[in-house]
């Protein structure tokens, strides 16, 4: 099966500071990734989509200038928290999905940032 | 916009015993997939199986099945011969098939399964 590689697992910042979050696909190329965010205990709320090449789609309520998304390459999509603040700790996941249409999405392992 | 309700916050089987999470949800849309993924405490996001919302036919994975109502915008998750390694948190998922990919998921609040040995 498809291969979602997500770093770091784990990062504790300081609350001002950015911090950035890699998704990669190892073993497939990847047209569309997603970046999801799941509070403890809750669900997964999907807060962007990124094409290769392209600029990030932002759901509802995501703001793109805190959540900074790049999908410079068919492997690679980072996150960039900037400005950390402590209402900023989650747990971030990725997905990344080969091609279009009714192909499946695969999972990062995803990434818990705990900003102080 | 899309949305998908799961009912049960937790539910608790007997091991070896039969299971059915409960799913519904509610969309506009006529072509679409509905997911339900698993859980463990790593929080690896698993597939357990799909359908696809123009098949009748209900999905079935080895001992995982769904009841999948379209009319009813129900999708339930049956577990047979539960299994201790099933204990995890299972959510119910939708996405909307524009043809072009792009669509992420949108996830019920999920279910955590208890199984009992």
């Known amino acids: 099966g498809a291969v979602v590689s997500q770093h770091p697992s784990r990062v504790i910042c300081k609350s001002g500071t950015s911090v950035k979050i890699e998704c990669r696909s190892l073993d497939f190329q990847a047209t569309t990734m997603f970046w999801y965010r799941q509070f403890p205990k809750q669900s997964l709320m999907l807060m962007a989509t990124s094409n290769e090449g392209s600029k990030a789609t932002y759901e509802q309520g995501v703001e793109k200038d805190k959540f900074l998304i790049n999908h410079a390459s068919l492997t690679l999509s980072t996150l960039t928290v900037t400005s950390a603040h402590p209402e900023d700790s989650s747990f971030y996941i990725c997905s990344a999905r080969r091609g279009s249409g009714n192909t499946e999405a695969f999972f990062g392992q995803g990434t818990r940032l705990t900003v102080v | 916009a899309q949305t998908v309700t799961q009912s049960q916050p937790e539910m608790s089987v007997q091991e070896a015993e039969t299971v059915t999470l409960s799913c519904t949800y509610d969309t506009s849309e006529s072509d679409y997939y509905l997911f339900w993924y698993k859980q463990p405490p790593s929080r690896q996001m698993i597939l357990v199986i799909r359908q696809e919302a123009y098949k009748q036919q209900n999905a079935t994975e080895n001992r995982f099945s769904v009841n999948f109502q379209k009319a009813a915008k129900s999708f339930s998750l049956k577990i047979s011969d539960s299994q201790l390694g099933d204990a995890a948190m299972y959510f119910c998922?939708?996405?909307?098939?524009?043809?072009?990919?792009?669509?992420?998921?949108?996830f019920g609040k999920g279910t955590h399964l208890i199984i009992q040995p």
């Open positions: 998922a939708y996405r909307r098939d524009s043809g072009g990919g792009a669509d992420g998921l949108t």
